[in-house]
């Protein structure tokens, strides 16, 4: 070793030295000095778990991949910068060494998952990296970990990673299911998923009426519930929409925000139905700059004038669902103590049984107050028991404060369809209109309005109303997939009235409904549409008037009135409405 290659050295070394201050005083500003800490072997292999194997061997090592030391992981920065408690003598010799023809002996080192552990050779490790080296030989002693660690894992990494092994020790998926994917980015989802495990385990019990083997529990867990959420996610690309996330992180949170809307809403609305509500909470904090303004106009428009929900998206949200076997899974009904508020239910439990599906009775008060428990009550207790003699068994009550049309939208995200008694029609005058609940609801509603205005009707008879619109091909579709389904009679009405092809929009009609086995037939009317109807529930058996929404300019719509306004003041027959 020269003289000028060890003075060399302490000049490389008052660099290094210098580094490490800028490093170390950058990370008290930040308040996060951890990252700039090399990590502790034994910690690392005890929280992990971690077995050694006693054979080892030499390779060529990455310099970045060396994240930690077995003794002095206090003496040098995360980048093997040498700290105060360094001697300069010592470091600058290895240096200094180092230029000669054999350059830096290997050191030893451990090396978990895809990192590594020096067990002798931190100086040379530190000079290598101060050199500008990106590899370093090195005899690599392999430690077996039931969990994967990079380079880039910090102090909150091994937390997590800690948990991971624990869990992994607890429910042997690695051991029982082919290679489990159940990473997570935050601490604390492990202890969360055990509790998961420990729920289904009991109701598993309760199922089977016997004691259910953890183990067993947890693979049942994995299978039943949580590979069906992570296909939904997967189905519908939602990591992209969360990147930072993974498939466990929004299972977890999409269980904590299914729990938090069941709260809301009074029903279980699934896991598919609570990840879409996620997905697009999400996508509405992207446009939190428009959120303002739209607040804005929205104080500014009454109900009954805005566009509501585009065309079909109730239809996009069926097409996205990884399970479907109806249309109709879940029903709202408004309900009050008015004697068409039961006809509605009854309406509801019909459609309920060809659907084999939930019912969600909505009590909307606009003022909730401890005097009024009394009449919730009573009002639960009966529809309670209309439910049960009519032989329904999924059903729900809940009461809720608010304006009703609103209160019906917002409920609509996790339902199918609404059923309402229809006391309060469109008026025939613009302000009547305008301040009409019905109207807000129908233009503002995300899923089908079915309204009651009289007694219950079985549904085996539908006139389709098709003036070749847009919101009225919904109603074709519903129409086709009522007779198709349920064998339901389809009665095709257009009128010449506004409608200057009538033959080619009856033409279109049936085309797309030869394509099902439906009992059809199709009806060109030379009056409106209301009194073709009005002639037709005179002479002929008609349970269902199928319709397509406001498709009009909304201004000229409450102005003039439209089709669908006369409809529901004039014919006393459910009335479905379509968007």
């Excluded at 067993?216 to 990147?243: G, M, S, T």
């Excluded at 269980?255 to 809301?264: F, G, I, K, V």
């Excluded at 269902?544 to 201004?555: D, E, N, Q, R, V």
Aim: glycine share 6%; aromatic share 8%; charged share 25%.
């Amino acid at each position: 070793m020269f003289k000028s290659d060890y003075i060399k050295a302490l000049d490389d070394y008052k660099k290094a030295r210098r580094g490490a201050a800028v490093q170390e005083l950058i990370a008290r500003l930040v308040g996060n000095t951890e990252d700039t800490e090399l990590s502790s072997y034994d910690e690392v292999r005890q929280q992990l778990q971690a077995i050694e194997k006693s054979a080892e061997h030499l390779e060529e090592i990455p310099l970045d991949a060396i994240v930690g030391s077995v003794g002095r992981y206090h003496d040098f920065t995360r980048k093997f910068l040498p700290k105060s408690s360094i001697n300069e003598d010592r470091w600058a010799r290895v240096m200094a060494s180092s230029q000669g023809l054999s350059g830096l002996p290997a050191i030893e080192v451990y090396r978990i998952g895809e990192v590594y552990f020096v067990r002798d050779g931190n100086h040379r490790v530190s000079v290598a990296r101060q050199m500008g080296n990106t590899a370093i030989q090195a005899y690599v002693t392999n430690v077996e970990i039931k969990v994967d660690l990079t380079p880039d894992f910090t102090p909150d990494d091994l937390i997590i990673k800690s948990e991971q092994v624990k869990f992994l020790e607890k429910t042997r998926l690695d051991k029982i299911t082919p290679s489990p994917d159940l990473s997570t980015s935050k601490a604390g989802a492990y202890p969360t998923l055990l509790e998961h495990i420990e729920i289904h385990r009991y109701y598993l019990g309760l199922e089977k009426q016997q004691e259910i083997p953890y183990e067993k529990a947890a693979a049942n867990w994995y299978k039943e519930v949580f590979l069906p959420v992570e296909k939904i996610i997967q189905k519908r690309d939602l990591l992209c929409d969360f990147p930072d996330r993974t498939a466990t992180d929004l299972y977890l949170w999409a269980a904590d925000h299914r729990t938090s809307l069941e709260q809301q809403v009074g029903w279980d609305i699934g896991a598919e139905a609570a990840l879409t509500d996620l997905s697009d909470m999400h996508s509405q904090k992207r446009k939190s700059g428009l959120r303002v303004l739209s607040k804005a106009i929205n104080w500014l428009i009454p109900n009954a004038l805005e566009k509501g929900p585009p065309v079909g998206t109730w239809r996009e949200k069926l097409d996205q669902m990884t399970i479907l076997e109806h249309l109709f899974n879940d029903l709202i009904v408004a309900i009050d103590d008015s004697s068409t508020a039961w006809q509605a239910l009854d309406q509801a439990i019909i459609l309920s049984k060809l659907e084999n599906s939930s019912i969600h009775a909505v009590h909307i008060h606009p003022d909730l107050t401890e005097g009024s428990q009394d009449e919730h009550s009573s009002l639960e207790d009966a529809f309670t028991s209309h439910c049960q003699n009519a032989g329904v068994s999924n059903f729900d009550f809940m009461v809720a404060a608010g304006e009703i049309s609103n209160v019906l939208c917002d409920h609509a995200r996790f339902a199918d369809i609404i059923l309402l008694p229809l006391n309060h029609p469109p008026g025939n005058e613009p302000i009547k209109r305008l301040s009409s609940g019905i109207t807000s609801l129908i233009r503002n509603c995300s899923v089908p309005v079915l309204t009651v205005p009289a007694g219950s009707t079985p549904l085996k008879t539908i006139l389709l109303a098709y003036d070749g619109s847009i919101k009225a091909k919904e109603a074709l579709f519903i129409a086709a997939y009522f007779g198709s389904q349920h064998g339901s009679t389809i009665k095709v009405l257009t009128s010449v009235i506004g409608v200057a092809n009538s033959d080619s929009i009856q033409k279109e009609a049936r085309i797309y409904l030869d394509r099902f086995p439906i009992d059809s037939q199709f009806i060109i009317s030379q009056v409106s549409v209301s009194e073709q109807i009005n002639i037709m529930h005179q002479t002929e058996e008609i349970d269902l008037i199928l319709i397509g929404g406001y498709s009009g300019s909304t201004l000229i719509d409450v102005m003039l009135g439209s089709a669908v306004d006369k409809v529901l003041r004039e014919i006393q027959l459910p009335i479905l409405i379509c968007r």
